[in-house]
């Protein structure tokens, strides 16, 4: 929605079409979308729905098992909430108490929250009812809302888990499951908390399966819970990595810190994630920036989720200049207008880079990702340029003598700078984790 692999031999077995034979519509009045939610969706000032809503709506409206293929950004959120909605208003009774009809799992606090949200406003004139449960805080109030009864729960699988064990959910009656983030989810290690969910569902139900990548064991276990799934695959106009102005420092592992410092000392950068492998390493950059005078806060696994969504908020508004974080939010956060994104150390997994500086680069817009490669990480950085089949701009440094140069490098200033970068408060985005 517009607003401001290979799978592997497993995944043959799924018998879906490779490609939809939907066209794109050009405007959501096309999709067959109630009037209830069709005046939300004006509220909201979306009138065009992106390339999986068009495909992926009417196929659900049908009630069809569907494999969405598509990176955040894409508008999964709206491509699987309205026709979940559209159904349950149509049928609407009140909901018993703890025997929700529908539930969407998410694999952070963060993108659950965020979808709570989406559905909340595409909901606003439909009687249906959601509750988001995670963990990390009390579960008296989630409790409280499922024993007033709930048309729908957005969860995270732990905590779902948990109170499917203590009698407060039944899953008995579920008419919709969305696993969304499935190769994150799996990434993550929920993949025993998740089976044990989907044997808790009755087999009569509609299933959508959303991932961001398909590598065999997601395809495999994708084919384990759809029935005869419609496919649809999203591949961007341009892809984020095509619209980033990328480039690396090669650096000592001990002047990074005085390196970031003297990169964010340039008044552009004016809404930056910095991005680190371990939490406490993301704790002790935020300290360091702050002692630097640079405005920063950490987020992580490690903190409350009062205090994550705190720092969301502030650094939202423009109150905080720097969030730091692990790849707890390289995926499912949605924040608009993110103008650089530095990776103060490289993933060791170089799909990992992709969803990091994609936090730059939303919704269309054209960002700056900015690495610092000690000697150590200089295989991470081959691994990354072959999966981007890009070069990175050396900013400065040379590659250790330890390392085979690229002499096909190409050694320039600084990535070119975003253009017209303004820092936006209000809107309150939302996780990852």
């Known amino acids: 929605m517009h607003k401001s692999g290979d799978p592997g031999a497993d995944y043959l077995r799924l018998n879906v079409p490779q490609k939809s034979n939907i066209m794109k519509s050009t405007k959501f009045e096309a999709l067959g979308l109630s009037e209830p939610l069709l005046r939300a969706l004006r509220g909201e000032n979306y009138d065009q729905p992106t390339p999986i809503q068009a495909q992926a709506i009417p196929h659900l409206l049908e009630g069809r098992d569907l494999l969405g293929i598509a990176q955040t950004g894409t508008g999964k959120t709206a491509a699987f909430g309205l026709p979940i909605l559209q159904e349950l208003a149509e049928n609407w009774e009140r909901p018993a108490p703890g025997k929700p009809l529908s539930v969407i799992l998410a694999p952070t606090r963060e993108l659950a929250i965020q979808i709570g949200e989406s559905l909340k406003a595409l909901g606003r ?29 957005v969860a995270t699988p732990g905590r779902l888990l948990d109170l499917m064990n203590q009698g407060h959910i039944n899953l008995e009656g579920i008419w919709h499951f969305v696993l969304d983030e499935a190769d994150r989810m799996l990434d993550m290690g929920f993949i025993h908390d998740v089976r044990k969910i989907v044997a808790a569902l009755p087999a009569d139900r509609q299933t959508l399966f959303f991932s961001a990548t398909m590598p065999q064991s997601v395809a495999g276990f994708a084919g384990s819970i759809l029935n005869n799934p419609v496919r649809v695959e999203v591949t961007p106009q341009s892809t984020p990595v095509e619209r980033i102005d990328q480039g690396v420092y090669f650096v000592a592992a001990a002047d990074k810190k005085n390196l970031l410092i003297d ?26 920036l702050g002692r630097a005078s640079v405005s920063a806060e950490a987020i992580h696994g490690n903190k409350s989720q009062g205090a994550r969504q705190n720092a969301l908020r502030r650094f939202t508004n423009g109150s905080v200049r720097v969030l730091v974080a692990t790849d707890i939010a390289a995926r499912g956060i949605d924040i608009h207008d993110v103008s650089h994104v530095i990776n103060f150390e490289l993933p060791n997994v ?28 200089q295989a991470y950085l081959r691994s990354i340029e072959q999966l981007t089949k890009q070069q990175i701009t050396i900013l400065g440094g040379e590659p250790s003598q330890h390392e085979p140069a690229n002499n096909n490098r190409r050694q320039q200033g600084k990535p070119k700078r975003r253009s017209g970068s303004k820092r936006r408060g209000g809107q309150q985005k939302r996780r990852a984790a």
């Open 263 to 288: 990169v964010l000392n340039d008044e552009h950068l004016d809404r930056v994630i910095v991005f680190t492998r371990t939490k406490h390493r993301a704790n002790r950059v935020a300290e360091q």
């Open 350 to 377: 170089p799909e990992d880079y992709v969803h990091r500086i994609g936090r730059t680069a939303r919704a269309g817009a054209s960002g700056t990702a900015i690495s610092l490669c000690d000697p150590g990480e």
């Open 125 to 153: 004139h439909t009687p249906v009812r959601h509750t988001v449960i995670f963990g990390g805080v009390s579960q008296k109030p989630q409790v409280a809302a499922l024993r007033k009864g709930v048309d729908i729960v």
